[in-house]
Each structure stands twice: as structure tokens, then as C-alpha cells.
Nanobody, 123 residues
Framework: EVRLVESGGGLVQAGGSLRLSCAAS????????VGWFRQAPGKEREDLSC???????YYTDSGKGRFTFSSDNARNTVYLQMNSLRPEDTAVYYC?????????????????WGQGTQVTVSS
């Protein structure tokens, strides 16, 4: 069974940093593409970044600059380091996984999703 569990969210002041974690089970990173997303209230989902088959990391325009994606393949965990946070970064952050995707950018659709972790940035 594929399972994704996010953690690391919380309340932080503007300018601060957070590191989100996504612990995956039921698959290995060399078989799946894993991505980070966020969704703020009343807004569409934003794709941030992904790692394709445990090797290549891509960023979308929304994820470039202040966010860094990393992975620990041995622990089957991916991370999203977020720096210089702004109030507009407030959202629920999700990770997701797509099996056997080997594209040269992040997938449009993912089959498996975590429950999300809330990030709130105060001004």
C-alpha cells in the first residue's frame, strides 16, 4: 500500500524558515516520481517541485527561488526547505507520488496523495 505522510508544518513569522518532510512507504523512489504542492484557501493547487525516479529534481515557477527540494532515498523521505517565508505562502502543503513517470518535468497528475500539513506565515 502506497502511503505518504507529511510533517513539519506550523506557524512561523514572515522571513522565517520551515522544513517539511514527506515519509513514503509502499514504493521506492527509483520507481515513482514524488512532488510537493500547496493549496491556499480559495485558490487552485500550486505545483512546487518534484523528483523524478529518485534522480532528477525539477521546480515549477512557483517553487523556484526560496524553496529547495531534497530527498533521502535510503529513508524514503523527501523534504521541502522553505526560506524567507511570506504570508502568501500560507497554505496546506502536500506531497504526492506518481508511479513509473520518467518525464523531463513534473507530472500533471499524481495517483497518490498525502493528507497535507498546514503552514501559516504571520506578518
Amino acid at each position: 500500500e502506497v502511503r505518504l505522510v507529511e510533517s513539519g508544518g506550523g506557524l512561523v513569522q514572515a522571513g522565517g524558515s520551515l522544513r517539511l518532510s514527506c515519509a513514503a512507504s509502499g514504493f521506492t523512489f527509483d520507481e515513482y516520481t514524488v512532488g510537493w504542492f500547496r493549496q491556499a484557501p480559495g485558490k487552485e493547487r500550486e505545483d512546487l517541485s518534484c523528483i523524478v525516479l529518485g534522480k532528477r529534481i525539477y521546480y515549477t515557477d512557483s517553487g523556484k527561488g526560496r524553496f529547495t527540494f531534497s530527498s533521502d532515498n535510503a529513508r524514503n523521505t523527501v523534504y521541502l526547505q522553505m526560506n524567507s517565508l511570506r504570508p502568501e505562502d500560507t497554505a496546506v502543503y502536500y506531497c504526492a507520488a506518481e508511479p513509473y513517470y520518467a518525464g523531463t518535468s513534473c507530472p500533471i497528475e499524481y495517483d497518490y496523495w498525502g493528507q497535507g500539513t498546514q503552514v501559516t506565515v504571520s506578518s
